[in-house]
């Protein structure tokens, strides 16, 4: 039998094709970690940009309802009962007037 031993007289060899299939392969595997991590170093900013707009809407959400909102929902409701109001009216005014 053949001893194999790794030594400073041992060879190898490998054919061109081979070699620059190898050095394509490992190529693609870097470029396609590079994108990976920054792919996953987006997403984490992402994560830190959101929680932090999580955290100032609980804020915001403890906190009372501005005056101005208030009264701007309130009128919007105001219009709203009006305009049903008036267009009851012109109903009444067809029927007792027959316009």
Do not use: C, W
């Not at 990976?36 to 309802?65: C, W, Y």
């Not at 005056?67 to 009216?89: F, H, K, P, T």
């Amino acid at each position: 039998m053949n001893d194999a031993t790794v030594n400073e007289k041992s060879h190898f060899k490998i054919s061109l094709p081979m070699a620059i299939q190898a050095i394509g392969l490992v190529g693609v595997l870097v470029m396609g970690y590079s994108a990976l991590d920054a792919r996953i170093t987006f997403l984490e900013h992402e994560v830190d940009i959101n929680g932090d707009s999580i955290k100032e809407m609980q804020e915001l959400q403890e906190k009372p309802i501005p005056s101005d909102i208030e009264q701007n929902q309130r009128l919007r409701y105001l219009e709203s009962a009006v305009s049903g109001n008036s267009d009851d009216l012109e109903y009444i005014k067809k029927k007792v007037y027959n316009k």
